[in-house]
């Protein structure tokens, strides 16, 4: 077996490092799309929330106000059984008593009718509320599908993206020698898909720390493949790479 030129291999690992950063990129976003797709939806229903209790409460007020005009209807009725009962009378105490017992409940009753108003009002300005809601919510609605649409839309451009780029990397992969690649992939992986980095002027790319001069000759030899002794990249000189 003969042993491949570590320098052809680092510029076909150069391009895959390109491709697999791609890759990665999509990856990710491709993960956080459904996030920011349940955040759109919950939004969303969070304001059909607000709608709903709006009209819960006007329901509330409406059967506060029928209660309020039964109760109403009750002392109406009170007020005409008593008069009814004042012919039947034989002392001016007991006449004097039903009246006071009449002023009472008419009293009561302008208590009742000014809650009634009161409620009314309310009804009232629940009601334009909920107009002006429902208004917003057709909007809302319209942005929400809107912004839907675009997430949905950039999922299957990721995934078209990610095929395409995936039968790219095959090609390349089969070109590359399989002990290099098996390294390649192992840091790929435990490295947030950057296994492949440049150095320039002493520096690592990966971790931008320090690359000792002993390190950089050893690249320069080109006998094996050489790693950063922090971040634990492959290594390599980008003027010595033929791309
Ligand atoms: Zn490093």
Known sequence: MTKPSIKDEISKLVQLQNIDVKIFALSKEKIECPKILDAIVSEFESKKMMLKSLEDSKQKSILKQKDKEGELA?????????QGQMSLLKTNKEYQAKLTEIEGFKADMSLIEEDILKLMDVI???????ESEKNNLVNEEKKFNEKKNIYNNRIKEIDGQIVDLT????????????????????????KDGLALVKVKDNSCFGCHMTV????????KMYDRLITCGICARILYLEEDVNL
Request: proline content about 2%.
């Open 74 to 82: 009750g002392k109406e009725e009170a007020v005409k059984k008593a």
């Open 124 to 130: 009232d300005a629940a009601k334009k509320e909920i």
């Open 167 to 190: 039968g790219k990397r095959k090609i390349l992969t089969d070109s590359v020698d399989k002990m290099i690649l098996k390294q390649y992939e192992h840091i790929l992986h435990g």
């Open 212 to 219: 000792p001069h002993q390190v950089v000759n050893e690249i």
